[in-house]
């Protein structure tokens, strides 16, 4: 992936699970990255030290809640600050407290839509203007879900939010794809990471789900989402805008 060699990329929810993923094929690929982060500094520094250690990348961590306007806006120009610019944006930062419908509180509703929806907004919308303020052809990729099509019990919040995220990312296409900037989805299925880590390691629920669900038979990693983001983050992807590349094992195939 050579095409990305000297790129300048921020992953917003990037010192665990797919984020984490995401930082590490983007460095591979020659990128230098802002790992965004809330309240994980010792993680994200022993990561950012790890993989310059590995690639020789420039790798920075910034601590910002993304659902906070005032921050996740200052984190974007932060990150293009020490980077000297900003080519890729991977607005993966979310989150998902598995609750029955009648059991989410107003706070719990309220926490879903700033982190998965909103938080998305600032980081995407503030990427966008700079990479118009400098001529950039700029990659936004954010990870909504297939709970963006298809809702889940004690998931409604998370797949509402999701759907949400999906059509924001759509109507962003529309507006920013005649200035050379893309915007695209990965789609994960049940990926093993650490919000779903308790349901993940659960056999009784995980078999029979796999049996019923899951062409691939086994639930995805991380990893699996990495070449969806190298393909939708190079140049060679100039001409796919608004899509959505479902990483689900089959899952999706069902409806």
């Not at 005032?70 to 980077?83: D, E």
């Not at 998370?158 to 915007?183: F, S």
């Not at 140049?235 to 069902?254: C, F, L, P, R």
Request: charged share 20%; net charge neutral; glycine share 10%.
């Amino acid at each position: 992936m050579t095409q990305l060699a000297g790129s300048k990329a921020l992953v917003t929810g990037g010192s665990r699970g797919i984020g984490l993923a995401s930082v590490e094929a983007l460095a591979r690929a020659g990128c230098d990255v802002v790992m965004n982060h809330f309240k994980d500094a010792p993680k994200a520094e022993r990561e950012c030290h790890r993989l310059h250690k590995e690639t020789g990348r420039a790798l920075y961590h910034i601590d910002a809640d993304v659902g906070d306007r005032t921050s996740a806006r200052a984190m974007v120009k932060k990150a293009a600050t020490l980077l000297g610019g900003l080519e890729i944006l991977h607005s993966n930062a979310g989150i998902c407290a598995f609750t029955p419908f009648m059991e989410i509180d107003d706070a719990m509703w309220q926490r879903h839509i700033d982190t998965n929806l909103s938080g998305a907004f600032y980081v995407g919308q503030a990427a966008a203007r700079l990479m118009l303020d400098t001529g950039a052809q700029g990659r936004i990729i954010f990870t909504t879900s297939v709970g963006a099509f298809r809702s889940n019990p004690t998931q409604t919040h998370y797949c509402a939010t999701k759907g949400g995220l999906h059509l924001l990312a759509l109507g962003m296409a529309l507006e920013l794809g005649r200035h050379g900037i893309t915007v695209n989805c990965i789609a994960p299925g049940w990926i093993h990471t650490d919000i779903n880590d308790a349901q993940s390691r659960n056999q009784d629920a995980v078999e029979p789900w796999l049996q019923a669900n899951c062409a691939a038979g086994r639930l995805g990693r991380p990893s699996d989402l990495q070449a969806a983001v190298l393909f939708l983050a190079g140049k060679e992807a100039a001409y796919v805008n608004g899509a959505t590349i479902t990483v689900d094992g089959g899952w999706n195939a069902q409806l």
